[in-house]
C-alpha cells in the first residue's frame, strides 16, 4: 500500500511537470509509462489477492481450517501455541464448553447441551498435511476469499476468543487430537446456536452472501449455504 501510495505521489508530480512545461519530452513519456504499468500492477496484485480457507465437515461438526502462513498472529495470537515446525494448517472449532471437552459425554452434559443454553469453547488444531488428509471419513468445501473478506473472518475468529482484557487467552484443557488445544469463548451454546451456527456466521461476516445465517443448525445447512454463496470448490474429496 505505502509503495502504491509513493508511486501514485511521484505519477501525480511527472503529470504536474508536463503540465507546466506543456508538451510531452520523450523522458516524461517513458517515465509516465512505467510509472503507469507499476501501479496498474500493483492494484491488480491487490485485486487478484486470495485465501483458501477449507471448509471441513466431520458430519454433525463443522470447522474453518486455514493455512498456518496465511494467519496473522498479532491478530489471533494463540496459534503461536502450535510451535511444531510440521504444524501447516489451524483447524478452528466451536462448540459447547462441557460436551465438546469429554470423549465420553454423561448423560447430564448431553441433556445440559441439548437442551441448555451453555458456556462455550474454541478448539484449535494443529494440522501436519492438507486437512483432507488428516479428517477422514470427512466431506470438505475450499472457499475463496479476497484480501478483505479474509480480514474480516480473522477478526471474526479473532473474537470468538474470551481473552477477558487480555492480549492473549491461555488454553484451558488438550484438545481431541494429537496437536490441539480448548480455549475460552465467547458467546452461549444452544440448540438455536450450534457449532455449524458459528461457523454460518463466520462466513456471513467474511461477506459472503450466506442466507439466514443465524438460523442454521445443521452441518448440511452449512454445506449448502456455502455452495449457494459461490467463490466455493468442492473437493474431490467430497
Known amino acids: 500500500w505505502a509503495i502504491e501510495q509513493l508511486l501514485k505521489c511521484r505519477m501525480s508530480e511527472e503529470l504536474r511537470l508536463v503540465s ?21 500492477f500493483l492494484l491488480l496484485s491487490r485485486s487478484a489477492f486470495a485465501v483458501e480457507v477449507v471448509v471441513v465437515n466431520l458430519g454433525w461438526h463443522i ?13 489471533i495470537p494463540e496459534v503461536a501455541d502450535f510451535r511444531r515446525a510440521n504444524v501447516a494448517w489451524i483447524e478452528f472449532g466451536w462448540g459447547d464448553e462441557a460436551f465438546y471437552q469429554d470423549p465420553d459425554p454423561s448423560l447430564d452434559v448431553i441433556l445440559d447441551a441439548a437442551f441448555g443454553e451453555t458456556p462455550a469453547v474454541m478448539h484449535l488444531v494443529g494440522v501436519p498435511v492438507h486437512p483432507e488428509n488428516y479428517y477422514v471419513d470427512s466431506s470438505f468445501l475450499t472457499v475463496t476469499l ?27 484443557g488438550r484438545g481431541l487430537y494429537p496437536d490441539s488445544q480448548f480455549y475460552p469463548a465467547t458467546g452461549s451454546f444452544s440448540l438455536s446456536h450450534t457449532c455449524n451456527t458459528w461457523v454460518a456466521k463466520a462466513f456471513e461476516s467474511a461477506g459472503l452472501p450466506i442466507e439466514d445465517a443465524d438460523d442454521i443448525v445443521r452441518a448440511s445447512t452449512v454445506m449448502d449455504r456455502l455452495l449457494a454463496a459461490g467463490a466455493v470448490r468442492v473437493s474431490a474429496a467430497e
Open 146 to 172: 479476497t484480501e478483505a473478506q479474509f480480514d474480516r473472518l480473522q477478526t471474526y475468529l479473532s473474537d470468538s476468543f474470551r481473552r477477558s482484557g487480555k492480549a492473549r487467552v491461555t488454553a484451558i
Open 63 to 75: 470447522g474453518i481450517a486455514i493455512q498456518k502462513n496465511d494467519l496473522d498472529a498479532s491478530e
Open 20 to 40: 507546466q512545461a506543456g508538451s510531452l519530452k520523450p523522458r516524461e513519456v517513458r517515465v509516465a509509462g512505467v510509472l503507469l504499468v507499476v501501479i496498474g
